[in-house]
């Protein structure tokens, strides 16, 4: 199994200004995911943050909007830049295991 | 593309009694695991319990149980004896493999309520 934490676990943010999210996991892992989860709605993948290399965004959302870094197998960030209130959600980062999927505490982010 | 439908927004049980939740999806892939989590305010998500699309034998958790119906594409979750704790968001999710693998589409979510 594997931990996950995440910084900073809420934020308010003024609109226009950007926020990067840390997530940790306490043990290597092959892949790891950033989630969005909107007031009252399910969780949707933002993309898949591969270590080395360029993430893989899925429909509807791109890079210059959520830049994603993973410089090593236990360690990722998210930014979300030029917040508006419609960034206001809940950020989950996950992490893949053989047969289950690990996710941090998410960051609860509110935009004014 | 893969997808998961959970038709009850909302369902309430009384503490001690029996409640099944709904859920079906939708994959192209053979291989692939469901699993339903919990959200309880603080929102962190708690695997509740995980199926293997191979095993043919519904797992149990505890008091936590699942119908898994491959050909029907069906997959609910039983909570035996309820309890206060057991309120919270549950939503059911899909792993598939190929080139989704690691990759959790999730339904829509249930909230559930516990009543002493």
């Known amino acids: 199994s594997a931990v996950i934490s995440q910084k900073p676990s809420r934020d308010i943010c003024q609109r226009g200004t950007s926020l990067t999210i840390q997530c940790q996991v306490d043990s290597q892992v092959t892949m790891m995911f950033w989630y969005r989860q909107q007031p009252g709605q399910s969780l949707t993948l933002i993309a898949t943050?591969?270590?080395?290399?360029?993430?893989?965004?899925e429909s509807g959302f791109v890079i210059d909007k959520f830049p994603i870094s993973r410089p090593n197998l236990t360690f990722s960030t998210l930014t979300v830049s030029n917040m508006s209130p419609e960034d206001s959600s809940i950020y989950l980062c996950s992490a893949s295991g053989y047969n289950e999927q690990f996710f941090g505490p998410g960051t609860r982010l509110t935009v004014l | 593309a893969q997808t998961v439908t959970q038709s009850q927004p909302e369902m309430s049980v009384q503490e001690a009694e029996t409640v099944t939740l709904s859920c079906t999806y939708d994959t192209s892939e053979s291989d692939y695991y469901l699993f339903w989590y919990k959200q309880p305010p603080s929102r962190q998500m708690i695997l509740v319990i995980r199926q293997e699309a191979y095993k043919q034998q519904n797992a149990t958790e505890n008091r936590f149980s699942v119908n898994f119906q491959k050909a029907a594409k069906s997959f609910s979750l039983k909570i035996s004896d309820s309890q206060l704790g057991d309120a919270a968001m549950y939503f059911c999710?899909?792993?598939?493999?190929?080139?989704?693998?690691?990759?959790?589409?999730f339904g829509q979510g249930t909230i559930l309520t516990v009543h002493p």
């Open positions: 999710a899909l792993r598939a493999g190929g080139t989704s693998y690691g990759k959790l589409t």
């Open positions: 943050a591969n270590q080395g290399s360029e993430a893989t965004y």
